[in-house]
């Protein structure tokens, strides 16, 4: 069964998604730390993460089984892309998720 690390909490529904894998909720009540996400990560062959946790290549390297990063946000700001893509780990983003929020702003 896949195991997926979540750095960061998510709204409900994002659970409800992922009610049929086993995952980990990283819950400190701060950011996580470098030291905290490459325990998470070890095992890990996802991790969901949201803008907030930086992924660099010492995270990267401390993953052997990860197999995808998804961003909970949009960009890749937060992400070593180039070294995910040098260990074939796919990044992804969520592009469209602030753009409703943007435009009642826009509009407000």
Avoid at 14 to 40: A, D, F, P, R
Avoid at 66 to 71: C, E, G, P, S
């Amino acid at each position: 069964m896949t195991q997926i690390f979540i750095s960061g909490e998510i709204p409900e529904a994002g659970y409800h998604q992922l009610q049929n894998y086993k995952y980990y909720v990283h819950k400190g009540e701060s950011l996580i730390t470098e030291e905290e996400l490459k325990v998470g990560v070890a095992q890990a062959e996802a991790l969901l993460c949201p803008l907030s946790t930086k992924v660099t290549s010492s995270i990267i390297e401390a993953a052997p089984n990860l197999k995808i990063i998804a961003n909970f946000g949009a960009g890749f700001d937060n992400i070593d892309v180039a070294a995910a893509t040098a260990k074939g780990i796919v990044v992804t983003n969520t592009p469209s998720v602030s753009t409703e929020s943007t435009a009642e702003l826009a509009l407000g």
